[in-house]
């Protein structure tokens, strides 16, 4: 059965906004001063509609890996854990980073240890 991994929608002016998880809401007034929002994560989606339409973004573990890596997220507090929570794209992940969380990330799930081990392969370090 296939998961949603990635909701977001990508508005006329360029910005990206992701909802990583059910009530993740964001919203950005455009630069056509439309006002777009998103929200519900890998749950549902909920959004605005507007005269100028957003390209919107929904991946699951049935899209490619190429697409998957350039707009999956993954929350870290950085090497020493002290920076404050931030996001880094899979694709721009250190290869050190995705293995610790391999290592030390016991309740990732299948799909979202499939999806790092897939990062890792197409590197070639596996």
């Known amino acids: 059965m296939k998961k949603v991994l990635v909701s977001g929608m990508i508005t006329p002016d360029g910005t990206v906004l992701y909802s990583r998880h059910r ?16 929200d519900g994560g890998v749950d549902y989606v909920k959004s605005s509609v507007n005269n100028f339409r957003a390209q919107y973004i929904s991946l699951t573990t049935e ?3 190429m697409e998957i890596r350039e ?9 020493d854990g002290k920076e404050p929570l931030h996001e ?9 980073h995705i293995e610790a969380v391999l290592r030390t990330q ?3 799930g299948p799909h979202i240890t499939k999806l790092f081990v897939d990062e890792l392969v197409f590197r070639s370090v596996l």
């Open 23 to 38: 009530h993740d809401y964001k919203e950005h007034t455009d630069a056509n001063g439309e006002w777009y929002m998103i």
């Open 71 to 79: 707009h999956f997220g993954w929350g870290t507090y950085g090497k």
């Open 106 to 108: 016991t309740r990732l």
């Open 88 to 96: 880094v794209i899979l694709k721009n992940m250190e290869t050190v």
């Open 63 to 65: 899209s490619s890996h």
